[in-house]
């Protein structure tokens, strides 16, 4: 009787090893831990830096241009001779059109003086505006960010004004330059003429320094201010209605360590056909973001990388979003529990490439499985690697 007793009891010991020996091993798999902290959804596009202010000079008159002895990245001051051109004789037909030039070229600098006027107007209101929201914020009837948007809405207001300025020396320049247009003909054939340079700043571009022939209109070089840089991202349509101006920029991979900081000046309302690398048509719109504090390094058509902050909060519970899949009509994760993989029916908000936002399903401090294979089911004995 003892000795049957034994056999079973080596029996079931027998079994038992046997299935523990060749029972499935515990599926190797990468796991991450839901956190709670900061988080950003970005979108993400390269941009390229540009000159604020950027001019154009062009031939005001047809004749033989001497060679341009500056250099590009050469410092000009305002008015300063940049080229010398020794114009054609005008006829009686062009010394008409040069004159109309000259009008046309006139009304448009009265014009840019009275929109300058205008804007300096805005400018002395936004200034008041601000002032009296301050004092109303002080004595408590506003909050904090009334005088916030005040503030914004003068330094936005101060932009443009600048910009009006600027326009209103550039049509005053063209006077000059439609002006000089008819000192051509008759003895003074052989004048050399003098093209100025608009504003100070330095050269950008100098289109071809040869002496040659130009006709009126030929552009010459392209001057501007590298002090006000700015910032042009090319986006997707899809992309670009999600942005909204005065969100942040961050730009990085433009040469330097650090992190640029920017933001969303205005979205241009026309989209253009753009084809990709792979050969598919894009509707692609500029958006235009403006340094906080822009670099001495950088110059215009300098590349660099951009993401536009569309989202952003402190305190989220997030997970890794490789943990996260479909299911059905939701989202679901792994969790790992007592060395076993629990499929668990999540609810997610806002995501980014390498985070989702949680908004039910799970705690801080769990583990989730990421990248879960098509062998982990529900249940399934696993181990981190």
């Known amino acids: 009787m003892k000795r049957s007793i034994t056999y079973l009891i080596l029996g079931l010991v027998a079994v038992a090893l046997t299935v523990w020996l060749f029972r499935p091993a515990p599926l190797k798999v990468d796991t991450g831990r839901v956190e709670r902290g900061s988080m950003q959804v970005t979108v993400d596009e390269q941009g390229e830096a540009r000159s604020h202010d950027r001019f154009v000079v062009t031939a005001p008159v047809s004749g033989r241009m001497t060679r341009i002895e500056l250099h590009d990245g050469d410092a000009v001051q305002q008015n300063q001779v940049v080229a ?10 062009e010394r008409g059109e040069q004159t109309a030039r000259v009008a046309a070229a006139a009304s448009r600098q009265r014009e840019a003086e009275e929109l300058m006027r205008r804007a300096a107007e805005e400018l002395a209101q936004a200034k ?20 916030e948007q005040a503030r914004n809405a003068e330094t936005k207001v101060a932009n443009e004004a600048e910009a009006a300025r600027f326009r209103a020396k550039s049509a005053a320049a063209d006077v000059q330059l439609a002006k000089s247009g008819l000192v051509a003909g008759g003895d003074n054939s052989h004048t050399l003429f003098s093209v100025r340079s608009p504003v100070a700043g330095r050269i950008l571009r100098i289109v071809d320094p040869s002496e040659r022939v130009v006709a009126a209109g030929t552009p010459l070089l392209t001057v501007g201010d590298l002090s006000k840089l700015e910032v042009v991202i090319e986006l997707l349509s899809s992309e670009a209605v999600k942005v909204k101006p005065g969100m942040a920029v961050i730009i990085e991979g433009w040469g330097g360590s650090e992190t640029l900081a920017a933001k969303v000046q205005r ?73 076993r993989a629990k499929r668990r029916d999540i609810k997610i908000g806002q995501r980014n490439v390498n985070e989702a936002e949680v908004l039910a399903g799970l705690t801080p401090e769990e583990t989730v499985i990421r990248h879960p294979a098509n062998a982990i089911e529900d249940g399934a004995r696993v181990e981190s690697k």
């Not at 010398?84 to 037909?93: C, D, E, F, H, T």
């Not at 008041?128 to 005088?147: H, W, Y």
């Open 267 to 339: 979205i241009e309302p026309y989209a253009f056909t753009k084809v990709s690398a792979l050969g598919v048509e894009e509707k692609r719109t500029n958006v235009v973001a403006e340094f906080v504090d822009p670099p001495m390094a950088l110059g215009d058509g300098y590349r660099v990388n951009t993401r536009i902050v569309v989202w952003a909060a402190n305190a989220v519970n997030k997970v890794p979003s490789s943990a996260v899949f479909r299911c059905a009509e939701g989202w679901c994760t792994f969790v790992v529990e007592n060395g």
């Open 84 to 93: 010398k051109i020794a114009p054609l004789p005008l006829s009686v037909r």
């Open 128 to 147: 008041r505006e601000a002032k009296r929201i301050e004092r109303l914020v002080k004595d408590g009837f506003m909050s904090v960010q009334a005088a």
